[in-house]
């Protein structure tokens, strides 16, 4: 059984930053891809950010240029940097971890909210 614990939530006004972490704990035989997600009240949960094992990342259009996705094997923590938030990131942000063995976990969401 795989935990992710997010942290790092909150309310924000514009212009501002936050940092969001995720720690992985469990049975973890192995992390191929890290990442996260947000779903906005009445929409679908969307991908934000991830990162593969090997370092590299890949990032929503509306992302690029103000959040910066990085993780930690050692810890199996992954960090969500994110700058110049926008009122429309607001919503609850999900941590998610694929497994090597192809399984997918996620966190239980932590709240960020934008104020204009």
């Known amino acids: 059984q795989v935990q992710l614990v997010e942290s790092g939530g909150g309310l924000v006004q514009a212009g501002g930053s936050l940092r969001l972490s995720c720690v992985a704990s469990?049975?973890?035989?192995?992390?191929?891809?890290m990442g996260w997600y947000r779903q906005a009240p009445g929409k679908e949960r969307d991908l934000v950010a991830v990162?593969?094992?090997?370092?590299?990342?890949a990032y929503a259009d509306s992302v690029k240029g103000r959040f910066t996705i990085s993780r930690d094997n050692a810890k199996n923590t992954v960090y969500l940097q994110m700058n110049s938030l926008k009122p429309e990131d607001t919503a609850v942000y999900y941590c998610?971890?694929?497994?090597?063995?192809?399984?997918?976990?996620w966190g239980q969401g932590t709240q960020v909210t934008v104020s204009s």
């Open positions: 998610m971890l694929r497994s090597t063995s192809g399984g997918n976990y």
């Open positions: 469990g049975t973890i035989f192995g992390i191929s891809t």
């Open positions: 990162v593969r094992r090997d370092g590299s990342s």
